[in-house]
């Protein structure tokens, strides 16, 4: 909901930007209101350029707005800097002409644009309406009333509500002892891994101890054959001396 509601608060400033340009943008359009500065400067007062009554052209209440006096200016072909018409050249004319229908044409888009925006905001605020009601008919608690015919039953109840209370009092100890737990068991599991370490490292010196008792098997072995070579050399050394003794004794 709290993510919603900035979703909102920030679609809602984006709209309030977007109203205050477009209420700027009115307010330079109004400023283009038909004046009478060139007729100012000369002597007694002209006809309505748009009315052709006895007042300024800015105090004409047949054409009262904007609107209605630009439908006129160009129905009557006047001058849109001195309102007057006759003049040989009409650059003034269309060119204010083209000005105003590119700032209608604008005023226009944003006006859709402002129309779009708050179609959507107007789907969002439902919907999250929705929600809020939804959310709040689970979170909230319906129990029809209940009237008691005695005390006893009252004071059952009240003895079940406590211990639901007592319940809920544990539960809250609980969830306030679990971070330290937590912690605790977080402080075991270093321990754990420190220990696993070292049985890592006890588990390779072993396998360096086995390496050497192999190479130690494999010099004994050597040892033994050349033990037995030599233990073969003496027996062939001894019969031939026996040979060569019962050959002297022949001799004799």
């Not at 993510?3 to 809602?12: L, P, S, W």
């Not at 400023?31 to 500065?37: I, V």
């Not at 390496?211 to 033994?224: I, M």
Request: aromatic residues 6%.
């Amino acid at each position: 909901l709290r993510t919603n509601f900035e979703v909102i608060e920030r679609v809602i400033r984006e709209l309030t930007t977007l109203v205050k340009n477009v209420a700027e943008c009115n307010l330079r359009g109004r400023s283009k209101e038909f004046t009478l500065k060139n007729e100012n400067k000369v002597k007694g007062r002209k006809p309505c350029a748009f009315c052709q009554g006895e007042h300024w052209n800015n105090q004409c209440s047949e054409y009262p707005d904007v609107k209605s006096r630009t439908k006129r200016g160009i129905e009557a072909k006047l001058c849109f800097n001195c309102l007057g018409t006759g003049h040989q050249r009409n650059d003034g004319y269309e060119s204010a002409l083209k000005t105003a229908r590119t700032e209608v044409y604008e005023l226009h888009a944003k006006n859709i644009k402002v129309e779009e925006t708050l179609k959507k905001i107007e789907v969002i605020v439902i919907n999250l309406q929705k929600k809020n009601e939804a959310t709040r008919g689970s979170l909230i608690l319906k129990k029809p009333r209940v009237d008691f015919k005695n005390n006893h039953e009252f004071e059952e109840e009240i003895s079940r509500l406590r211990g639901r209370y007592d319940e809920l009092s544990k539960l809250l100890k609980c969830a306030d002892e679990l971070p330290a737990k937590l912690e605790a068991e977080a402080t075991d599991t270093a321990h754990v891994d420190i220990l696993h370490r070292k049985v890592e490292m006890l588990d390779q010196q072993l396998n360096e101890k086995n390496v050497e008792l192999l190479q130690l098997d494999q010099r004994r072995n050597d040892a033994e054959r050349s033990f037995g070579e030599h233990k073969q050399w003496l027996r062939d050394a001894n019969y031939r001396i026996g040979e060569l003794t019962s050959e002297v004794n022949e001799k004799e």
